[in-house]
């Protein structure tokens, strides 16, 4: 299974340790195209890559996924244009969001048919949920 | 002309009046399908409406919109899954973003192929850019 992975770069590298987890989670269930996005290289001003660039790379690798998940507890306009992309693609969509207070998930994304939406509060949490979501029915 | 107006809510409240005077620019081009962004009383929790309700009443709007206009300086999830749905019909997307310091425009935004990005500094620039953008070739 490959796995395109989605967290928000500008404003969400204090989310970036739970990013990396994550990472690490997936890559029991199949190849993640998108490793680099738990990296602490990687700063809130992004990739040293032409704009155009990064847009077709990750387009191109979002693609040939089979599964986009993505992490939207911090706002991000690049993640919901990905997930905007994938839902148009027909391509399974699974949010990961944990409840903060004084915010609340964008009814666009929590009211979307085509995405699963996973609430958790701690980042343990997620291996249950991510063996439920990703493991094939028997 | 119809125009479809997306601003981020949840984390954007301060930016509400400058989204409202944005609309009022847009009225003077056609019928803005969602005044509702500027309005001082739709709170940082969003509106009032089941997900699911507003997610259909906003896409069929998407849909019928000649133009999307988006004003993108806040991340905002919302405003990226609309522009990644919109982008996928073909529909022409126009981006508004104010550079902030210590922030820069996702790459996903800046680098896709199918958006016209116009940066400014005062929302007294706009309606030239607005009126350059949103009038017809002659």
Request: hydrophobic share 40%.
């Amino acid at each position: 299974m490959t796995i395109y992975f989605a967290g928000s770069i500008s404003g969400g590298r204090g989310d970036q340790a739970i990013y990396q987890q994550i990472i690490d989670f997936l890559k029991q269930h199949g190849t993640v195209l998108t490793e680099h996005f738990g990296q602490s290289s990687l700063t809130s001003v992004g990739e040293n890559l032409a704009d155009r660039a990064i847009h077709d790379r990750d387009l191109a690798w979002l693609r040939k996924a089979d599964v986009l998940v993505a992490e939207v507890t911090t706002p991000s306009l690049g993640v919901g244009y990905e997930i905007g992309r994938a839902v148009e693609w027909g391509k399974p969509v699974i949010c990961l969001y944990r409840q903060l207070p004084e915010r609340r998930l964008s009814g666009m994304i929590a009211g979307c048919a085509g995405i699963t939406i996973h609430r958790y509060d701690d980042v343990g949490d997620l291996p249950a949920i991510l063996r439920l979501s990703l493991t094939p029915d028997p």
